[in-house]
C-alpha cells in the first residue's frame, strides 16, 4: 500500500481500532533501556531545597496513620487553603474523589516516600462543568504561579467503584497559568494522568511539566486540550489502556473556542500504548465563525515510540466548515518502532496544517525494516 493511499483510510483504520478498545492488551514492563533512558535525562531541582515549608504532619490528628489507609482529605485541604509551601508527609495518604485544590503561588513539595493514593468511592463526580463522574485528584483550577515538586499518585483504576465515565486525571490543570511540575510518577489513573486544557473555552499559558512517568492510565498519558506555551519535557508514558482515544500523549481540543499555540514536546518516549504514540486531533478547532478561526504551532523534538501500533496519529478537517484551522506540526530527530505503521496522516486535501518531518528513522517491528523519514508541507 502506497502512502497516499495509507493516509486516506486512516480515520477508516482508527475507527475500527477504537470500537475494538476491549480487545485484548497485554501490560508490559517498559524496557530497561527507556527505563535509564529516562532517568539519565532528569535533573535535581535544588531550588526546591531552599523553600521553607510547613510541614503537614503538624496538622494530622494524633496517632496519625502512616499506611494510607484513613481518609485525611479534608484535614490536607484545609491546610492547603491556608499556606502556600507545603511538605507532604514521608508515607503514602489517602484521598477521596473530592481531590485536592491548590491555590494561586503554591509550591508543594513531596518527599521520596511520599504518595497519594486515591480512595474508590461512591461519591457523585458532577463538579467539572457539571459533567457526571468528572474528577481530578491534584487540582490546579484557575489559579496562577504553581509548583509542584516530586507528586506521586496512584490512581483508583483497580478498584473503581461502577464503570462509569472515562475521567479522573491524576493532575488536572484547567484555565491555570505559570504551573510547572516536576519529576511526578502517575499510575493507574480511572482518566487520563496529567490533562492540561479547559472544558469551558477557556486555556492554560505557561505550563511546564518536566520529568513525568505515567503508566496504565485508562484514557491517554497526558491530554492537552486548550494551551499556549505549553512545554511537556523528558516524558515515558506506557500501558495506556482501557477507554479511547487510549494513546499516550493526545493534543486534542474540544470545540472551536480552544486554543492550541506553541505547544512544545521534547524528549518523549512512548511504549506499548493501545492506540498510538502521539495523537494530533484538531477538527474540534473547525468553525463557521471567522472571528474563532485558529492558528496552530506544535513542536514535537526527539520522540521514541515502541510496542504502540502507530507511533504518530493525526485527524484534522472530520467536519466540513468554512474555516479549518492552520499552521504547522513540526517533528524532528526520533526513532518510531511500531506494530503497524509507524505513521498515518489523515487530514482532507485543503492542508492547512503544514507537517514537516525531519530526521525521523522508522521500524518495522516485525521484519525490522528500518527507513528515513524526511517531508515537508505534508
Keep these: 500500500m502506497n502512502i497516499r493511499l495509507r493516509f ?18 497485554t501490560y508490559k ?11 539519565s535525562r532528569k535533573s535535581d531541582n535544588i531550588e526546591a531545597d531552599k523553600i521553607v515549608y510547613y510541614d503537614l504532619t503538624l496538622s494530622l490528628p494524633k496517632n496519625y496513620s502512616k499506611k494510607g489507609n484513613v481518609d485525611y482529605t479534608d484535614i490536607i ?27 494561586d503561588n503554591s509550591k508543594l513539595f513531596f518527599q521520596p516516600n511520599s504518595l497519594i493514593i486515591v480512595k474508590p468511592d461512591e461519591r457523585p463526580k458532577d463538579d467539572i462543568q457539571n459533567i457526571k463522574d468528572w474528577y481530578d485528584i491534584i487540582r490546579v483550577y484557575k489559579v496562577q504561579n ?10 483508583d483504576r483497580k478498584k473503581h467503584l461502577g464503570e462509569k465515565g472515562e475521567w479522573g486525571a491524576g493532575i488536572g490543570i484547567r484555565n491555570s497559568k505559570n504551573i510547572t511540575i516536576y519529576n511526578a510518577n502517575i499510575k493507574n489513573t480511572w482518566g487520563e494522568g496529567i490533562f492540561i486544557g479547559s472544558e469551558d473555552g477557556g486555556f492554560c ?57 506553541n505547544v512544545n514536546l521534547k524528549d518523549i518516549i512512548t511504549f ?40 504518530f496519529g493525526f485527524l484534522n478537517n472530520k467536519d466540513k466548515k468554512k474555516y479549518d484551522p492552520v499552521g504547522s506540526i513540526n517533528i524532528k530527530n526520533g526513532n518510531w518502532k511500531s506494530d503497524k505503521n509507524q505513521f498515518i496522516d489523515s487530514q482532507n486535501d485543503n ?9 525521523i528513522v522508522t521500524e518495522r517491528t516485525d521484519n525490522k525494516q528500518k527507513t528515513l523519514l524526511n517531508r515537508k508541507n505534508f
Design 77 to 103: 485541604q484545609e491546610v492547603l487553603r491556608k499556606k502556600e509551601n507545603v511538605k507532604f508527609p514521608d508515607f503514602p495518604l489517602l484521598i477521596n474523589s473530592k481531590g485536592l485544590f491548590i491555590k
Design 29 to 39: 514492563e517498559g524496557p530497561k533501556s527507556l527505563l535509564d533512558l529516562y532517568e
Design 272 to 311: 506499548n500504548n493501545r492506540n498510538g504514540g502521539l495523537y494530533v486531533v484538531l477538527y474540534g478547532l473547525s468553525t463557521d465563525d471567522p472571528q474563532y478561526k485558529k492558528n496552530v504551532t506544535i513542536n514535537i523534538n526527539n520522540h521514541f515510540d515502541e510496542s504502540s501500533p502507530y507511533a
Design 205 to 261: 499559558e505557561n505550563i511546564l511539566i518536566k520529568n513525568a512517568q505515567i503508566d496504565y492510565a485508562r484514557r491517554n498519558g497526558i491530554a492537552i486540550t486548550s494551551g499556549k506555551n505549553i512545554f511537556l519535557e523528558n516524558i515515558l508514558v506506557t500501558n495506556t489502556f482501557g477507554t479511547n482515544p487510549m494513546f499516550g500523549i493526545d493534543i486534542e481540543p474540544s470545540w472551536y473556542k480552544d486554543i492550541i499555540e
Design 8 to 25: 486516506i483510510v486512516f480515520y477508516i483504520l482508527m475507527t475500527s481500532l477504537f470500537n475494538c478498545q476491549q480487545a485484548s492488551f
Design 351 to 359: 492542508k492547512q496544517i503544514k507537517l514537516n518531518i525531519q530526521n
Design 146 to 155: 504553581v509548583t509542584i515538586y516530586n507528586p506521586k499518585i496512584i490512581g
